[in-house]
């Protein structure tokens, strides 16, 4: 047969040859992507005969490719199921398999041609079970790491308490609980008004957590602590290159954090003059203006102030503004001192021990019952964050399970006035005292001074006679 050119037979020819010459590109293409692929891999028919495998895989086997190439699966790959896969047409995912003394997680999947199964690819995912270990522990250290840094900036940003965690069931502190409840359903501005350690800080928690916007921020701002002349930039913020030694990108203020949630301004009082009319704008406009800005920047924010000092006296005495007084104090809540709810010392010398207890890790049974009218008739003049201090300093302090009168500080002791018996001029608790230390002794004396003889006759367990001993200085 003569073949013309650019007949139809030169232009099969032709054809088949560039066909011929894609599928070698193809087939060389495939031969580089199988070598330089991480994972090993494995190409066998319908038999289970082993058609391709890259050099990972044949590492990994310590044999060569030739070695493999032809071969059928079972011979050289011990608990294949590789030719399994190839008569049920169902691709196995991430399985565990062993080889070689080292588990492997592969892959079988199925390669059908016209409905029918022609081969199987075989893919190692790693090549020993600890890197997939190695990989999900550094995984699971990452993820610690951001929930830990997440809950830190958590911390800063968010409210801690409720008015749940506001001890005491005195009418007095109920009456200011529920008030609280109903204005942090609002969003207008509140005064919290009290002396120092009366737990303003706490009630401004519990209004924002309680409030629409407890999922916002809640930022604290200590007015007391904030130098004069950092007031602005503090609270406002500041531009790039706003003054020497500002910091390249600027700085946001406490108001710009808090948009959107709550600010906490405590010891209000001791806000500037000169920062009380800026702060005025805020409540009057909503809008800040940084440091060194060119506009003022909307702000959404709900103000809770707090002051330990008389805010209408600084008013009269030309110290704070009256304007700014009366936009703070749109809602006031006046919250208690300890002294004037004394039903709630028990539950909250209680309430503490247990907190403290978990904090020291110091066992704590409770204050004996002398200590306990001793706390339930002093002043308290730091309020609930002194009879806190009282409490853990005692616990460090005892010696016994129970909190003695020896164990909270003398001047607290010599600032109670006990009750006095008329016939004896003696306190009642004395009396008691005297007569406990009295049949301590004579059962000690009766028992020849075995303790726990002792303890049997009155009574009591060996730990609280030990304690009684220990208190009354018995020898």
Known sequence: MIIHKQGWVHQLLLSLSRRADQAEKDSLMLEDALGHAYEGLLITDVHGVILKVNEAYARFLETSITGLIGRHVTEVIENTRMHLVAKSGVAEIAQLQRIKGHQMICSRIPIFENGQVVAVVGKVMFQNIEDLFSFTENFKKLTTELEFYKSELSKHLSAKYSFNHIVGISKELEWVKELGRKVAMST?????????????????HAIHNCS??????????????????LFESELFGYREGAFTGAQKKGKKGKFALADKGTIFLDEISELPLTMQVKLLRVLQEKEIEPVGADASESVDVRIIAASNRDLETLVKNGLFRHDLYYRLNVVMLEIPP??????????????????????TGIPVEGVEAEVAEILQRYDWPGNVRELRNVLEQAMY???????????????LVKGVRLPVAPETGRSLKHITRLAEEDAIRTALNEEKGDKLAAAARLGISKSSLYAKVDQYDIR
């Open 188 to 204: 207008t501005t509140v005064l919290l008004k009290g002396e120092s350690g009366t737990g303003k800080e706490l009630f401004a």
């Open 212 to 229: 629409q916007r407890a999922l916002g921020p809640f930022i604290k701002v200590n007015c007391a602590a904030i130098p004069e002349t």
């Open 338 to 359: 300890l002294r004037s709810r004394r039903d709630d010392i028990p539950l909250l010398t209680q309430f503490h021990l247990q907190q403290l207890e978990k904090e």
């Open 397 to 411: 302090v005892k010696a016994g399970p129970t909190i003695l009168c020896r164990d909270i500080p003398k001047a």
